[in-house]
Nanobody, 118 residues
Framework: QVQLVESGGGLVQPGGSLRLSCAASGSISSINAMGWSRQAPGKQRELVAA???????KYADAVKGRFTISRDNAKDTVYLQMNSLKPEDTAVYYC????????????WGQGTQVTASS
């Protein structure tokens, strides 16, 4: 099993920045990709960003140029730097991890609230 713990969410004004962190523990050797998804009230969960062990990254079109995903393998932690936040970025952000040979996330964190509002 893999456990994921998110932190770093909060309330910011539009145009502000936040940095989310996701610390992984457990059988992390089985993981080859991690990412972030978000879910706003009344909307479906959507992928925001992901990063693989090969170094590949992907971003939702809505956040390209504003969000950056990175990882620190020594700390078993993945980060999401969010700049130029917009009200439509408001959502609960969930860290996820994918097991080797799996195309879908196998593990999820508890979520952290991000609110961009004036």
């Amino acid at each position: 099993q893999v456990q994921l713990v998110e932190s770093g969410g909060g309330l910011v004004q539009p145009g502000g920045s936040l940095r989310l962190s996701c610390a992984a523990s457990g059988s992390i050797s089985s993981i080859n990709a991690m990412g972030w998804s978000r879910q706003a009230p009344g909307k479906q969960r959507e992928l925001v960003a992901a990063i693989t062990t090969s170094g590949s990254t992907k971003y939702a079109d809505a956040v390209k140029g504003r969000f950056t995903i990175s990882r620190d393998n020594a700390k078993d932690t993945v980060y999401l730097q969010m700049n130029s936040l917009k009200p439509e970025d408001t959502a609960v952000y969930y860290c996820n991890a994918r097991r080797i040979l799996s195309k879908d996330p196998n593990y999820w964190g508890q979520g952290t609230q991000v609110t961009a509002s004036s």
